[in-house]
């Protein structure tokens, strides 16, 4: 039913929704590379956000992927965003919209990057910190988000691939911020471009579409450094 919303662009009626909350439990007895097929093919479809939020209120989440429904609980540190799901279903929105046509380096549907996009922030829930002044850190959560996907993706049995390959992006999905602040030397740059290896591409295109700040400012800023890191990449290779 969740697939369909997301494949068809369909509605659950009440009357449905209200047996299949009633019924999560039963999902238990689906085997886990069933429960992956159907994951696979909703996050490949036309309508994914929408997918992933029927998967959620259904309940159906809280069994095959409790790490997702588990981000309504946390606020956003930009507090732009009611919560952290909502801000993940925004970068998989995004992201989406950063994969190419056939012939360029993401093709469309890109099941490694939507994946990365929807769970790179599963660890914040984990790292949640009450600072000082009213402020929420979330430290570390790139990489205790990282081992979390890896054993969420090894129990639905992904491929041994794409689970390191999504493991890898969310580990270093907060690695660009640091450019922003200071530009890096030839060095780092290319020390980025090294241990981003074959998911450089993805990696340039989950972070921009992580940056999803109002300010309008911090937005150009952003995207400005990411542009001039990337023509950076493209000199130091002819070099």
Do not use: C
């Amino acid at each position: 039913a969740v697939r369909f919303v997301a494949q068809l662009g369909f509605t659950i009626t009440p009357d449905t929704a209200a047996a299949i909350t009633e019924m999560t439990d039963r999902i238990a007895i689906v085997s886990a590379e069933r429960v992956r097929d159907e994951l696979v093919k909703l996050l490949l479809s036309e309508h994914p956000h929408e997918g992933v939020e029927a998967l959620v209120d259904s309940g159906i989440a809280d069994v095959v992927f409790p790490e997702i429904p588990a981000l309504q609980l946390e606020i956003d540190e930009h507090h732009r965003h009611k919560d952290v799901f909502e801000h993940s279903l925004i970068v998989l929105d995004r992201a989406m919209a950063l994969e190419t046509g056939p012939d360029g380096p993401v093709p469309a549907p890109d099941l490694t990057l939507r994946l990365a996009a929807l769970v790179h922030d599963i660890g914040k829930p984990k790292t949640r910190r009450f600072e000082s002044g009213g402020k929420v850190s979330f430290h570390h959560h790139d990489i205790v988000g990282a081992k979390m996907t890896r054993k969420r993706l090894k129990a639905l049995r992904f491929d041994h691939r794409l689970i390191e390959d999504v493991s890898d992006l969310v580990a270093l999905h907060l690695r660009f911020h640091g450019y922003v602040d200071e530009p890096w030397t030839d060095a780092a740059v290319r020390r980025y471009v090294k241990d981003a290896g074959s998911l450089y591409e993805r990696l340039n295109r989950l972070t921009r579409a992580d940056a999803t700040t109002q300010n309008k400012h911090k937005a150009y800023v952003f995207s400005h450094a990411m542009d001039e890191m990337e023509a950076r990449v493209d000199e130091l290779k002819k070099k």
